[in-house]
Nanobody
């Protein structure tokens, strides 16, 4: 059974960097597929932020690319998101998912991140 679990601070101050980690169990992130971060802001649709492939390659949403970095720790079977220079507009529920070409078959439960002073 593939399981994903997000972790990280629930509150981030404006201008700081948001950092989240996704711990994957039941499947190695180096075997196949992509591993993505998505977010859902209040009243808006789900937004894809970026992906790290099983080979370590990364791709980002053009609208977020300048502020986004996705990395991984293969020894822990984890991948992480960093979003810099956050504003209140980055307040959202953040999800990590297994990405089969923008078909997301396994999801974390999501974690609420609020950007506020």
């Amino acid at each position: 059974q593939v399981q994903l679990q997000e972790s990280g601070p629930g509150l981030v101050k404006p201008s700081q960097t948001l950092s989240l980690t996704c711990t994957v169990s039941g499947y190695s992130i180096t075997t196949n597929y992509g591993w993505s971060w998505l977010r859902q802001t209040p009243g808006k649709r789900l937004e894809w932020m970026g992906v790290i492939g099983y080979d370590g390659s990364t791709f980002y949403s053009p609208s977020l690319e300048s502020r986004t970095s996705i990395s991984r720790d293969t020894s822990k079977n984890q991948f992480s998101l960093q979003l810099s220079s956050v504003t209140p507009e980055d307040t959202a529920v953040y999800f990590c998912v297994r990405d089969r070409g923008h078909e997301y078959d396994y999801w974390g439960q999501g974690t609420q991140v609020t950007v506020s002073a």
